[in-house]
């Protein structure tokens, strides 16, 4: 199953676009209407026929009559399916199962590694020519998807599933495929297949989810996104406090956008009375780099944690060997995101940031005596999550920059070029937004940051909204629907649907 | 009859939503957009459907003419009613 090779200016290259228009698009929600109509009219053991027509029809759409792709996409699925079952039917003899497993799942993440890697080894250690491929929606998170599903089955966790037509629903599932959350067989199957009666809270609440998803993607990140594009296009141009701008802006806008894409899937599964898992906790509230990544990104952090990290010993086998698996995991963290040595790089300095975060724990012991800061206190914590924030946003413009070179410049004139004064005479005003804009913007960014506390507290802000009569909610609705519509960042130049994950 | 409840509050969601969208919508339209979805190069035509002797001045030439004259800007300075427009 390698990735077939498609000549340049073919179909792929509108692709790319087009496959991550998905959730904000008056048709998606056309189609999830009309999918949602049929789903409740049809008896409970249909519906899930539903959901599978759905996924297969919106993953037709995307793959924009590019065969390739979809071939490529059922091939992986008819495949895991039937290893799923001759691995389970090998159970008792161990070696053939394990070799039977590994062979799996070789092949299955073949097309992912020749999709992220290949032009990379091409271009930088062979020095030939770039290829063209074809990009398959969402196969970052379908490949760690099929992964986990063999490994849970030859660890015995669960059953393979015999209906070809369920497994490719599970597969398939149209809200998270382009940008996850990635699920567990465990968790997700039986809610695809039981079929849900309709209820009205639920489908409520999600509606709302989808209203704050609209609002994370159009009202703050794209809004962040003009700034940030204009900065990271021109590194020699912007330098000193426009990096120090940026690395913010672009940590809120990758931050909102993901969660915003997460936001939506929930919402629309929701609508089927589906549940798909949170895939953040608040990261940004983090007061260490190892608490940022039980905060960001979850089930991708969950998938590296028991399919990388404890299968290699986890922090079981001394400190130096729990320091090598931290180091392995973040490197097939950046591998994963993407090709090239940035990403690598990135991951390895997630990497370091969390083993001398814990080498230098008595230095920072030191320096608490010294500051007079309590364990626990108000003042300790909040020291720690904004150098944390730091330190993520440095890696972050590494993420976000045109190559490793550009990223080590960017990072260096933070605090070589001193040139505060950008900040308060009308240099930000020319680099996309207008006073008014960002005054929007960083209004959007306390909301965001008062919702998040509040959630941090265990307020549920939708229970809330629910508690109050008809018409407050009605007003709520859609006073924030127009709100959207009014100051949603669309327009020329502007390109509201892509989101940045769902390109991988 | 819960079902029937349901299905009654949906639908008069939908509809006090779209009618709250659609006078928005009306509202912030630039109102050059009144008369035509393409109002680049006919905004001439509004003249033809102006109120008789609503204008006291016309201007009328390239394009210049409609981006150096704001006909809002002189009724707010002098009260003068004009219409701008080219072709």
């Known amino acids: 199953m390698m990735a077939p090779v498609v000549k340049k200016g073919s179909a792929c290259c509108r692709l790319k676009k087009d496959m991550v228009m998905a959730f904000i698009s008056w048709s998606f929600y056309v189609f999830l209407a009309v999918l949602v109509i049929i789903y409740y009219i049809l008896p409970k053991h249909l519906r899930w026929y539903v959901l599978l027509t759905g996924s297969i029809l919106f993953y037709a759409k995307m ?45 299955v993440i073949l097309p992912l590694l020749l999709n992220k890697e290949a032009n990379f080894i091409l271009v930088n250690w062979m020095k030939a020519e770039q290829m063209e491929m074809i990009v398959p929606l969402g196969i970052a998170f379908y490949t760690l998807q099929t992964i986990s599903y063999l490994a849970d089955i030859y660890r015995g966790r669960i059953d393979p599933q015999r209906n070809f037509l369920k497994y490719l629903l599970f597969i398939s599932f149209f809200p998270q495929i382009v940008q996850g959350p990635i699920p567990r067989y465990a968790e997700l199957s039986e809610q695809l297949y039981e079929g849900h009666d309709f209820d009205e809270t639920d489908f409520t609440k999600s509606y709302m989810l989808i209203l704050w998803g609209f609002f994370l993607k159009l009202v703050i990140a794209d809004k962040a996104g003009v700034v940030v594009d204009t900065l990271f296009k021109d590194p020699q141009a912007y330098l000193g406090a426009y990096v120090w701008l940026g690395g913010f802006l672009y940590s809120i806008q990758l931050y909102t956008d993901f969660l915003a894409c997460v936001t939506l899937a929930q919402g629309a599964a929701g609508l ?142 933070m605090f070589t070029v001193y040139n505060p004064w950008i900040l308060v005479n009308d240099s930000v005003f020319r680099l996309g937004l207008n006073w008014r804009e960002y005054t929007l913007l960083m209004c959007a960014i306390v909301c965001l940051a008062v919702v998040s506390a509040l959630q941090e507290k265990g307020v549920i802000i939708r229970d809330r909204i629910l508690q109050y009569s008809i018409f407050v909610r009605w007003a709520i609705y859609i006073g924030v629907m127009i709100f959207i519509m009014i100051f949603g960042t669309y327009g020329y130049g502007f390109d509201p649907q892509a989101f940045i994950y769902g390109g991988l | 009859m819960k079902k029937m409840k349901v299905f009654v509050r949906f639908i008069l969601f939908l509809m006090v939503t779209l009618l709250c969208i659609g006078v928005t919508e009306k509202l912030l339209t630039p109102k050059y957009y009144y008369t035509d979805k393409w109002p680049t190069t006919t905004t001439y035509s509004d003249f033809y459907r102006l109120n008789k002797n609503s204008a006291d001045v016309l201007f009328f030439g390239s394009s210049h003419a409609v981006s150096a004259f704001n006909p809002q800007e002189l009724y707010d300075r002098y009260g003068i009613t004009s219409i701008s427009s080219f072709k």
């Not at chain 1, 091939?75 to 389970?88: D, E, P, Y």
């Not at chain 1, 895939?279 to 509230?285: A, G, I, R, S, T």
């Not at chain 1, 999550?385 to 413009?397: G, K, L, V």
Request: aromatic share 16%; glycine share 8%; proline share 2%.
């Open chain 1, 272 to 413: 089927f009375g589906v549940r798909l898992t949170d895939n953040f906790n608040h990261p940004y509230f983090a007061a260490s780099v190892r608490e940022f990544w039980r905060r960001w990104h979850l089930s991708l952090s969950f998938w590296l944690r028991d399919y990388v990290y404890i299968p290699f010993g986890g922090n079981r086998r001394g400190r130096v060997r729990k320091y090598l698996n931290i180091i392995i995991t973040f490197a097939i963290s950046g591998i994963w995101h993407g090709g090239g040595y940035k990403y690598l790089v990135w991951g390895l300095m997630h990497a370091l940031y969390q083993i001398f975060g814990e080498l230098l724990m008595p230095a920072k012991q030191i320096l608490d005596r010294i500051l007079r800061l309590k364990n626990g206190s108000r003042v300790r914590r909040t020291l720690q999550t904004i150098s944390t924030f730091f330190f993520i946003m440095i890696a972050w413009i590494v993420f976000r920059a045109e190559s490793l070179r550009t990223a080590v410049t960017m990072i260096k004139s």
């Open chain 1, 63 to 107: 793959a924009d009559k590019n065969w390739g792709i979809l071939i490529l996409f059922l091939g992986t699925a008819i495949f895991s399916f039937l290893f799923a079952i001759l691995i389970r039917m090998l159970a008792g003899c161990k070696r053939e199962a394990r070799i039977l497993f590994g062979m799996a799942v070789v092949i």
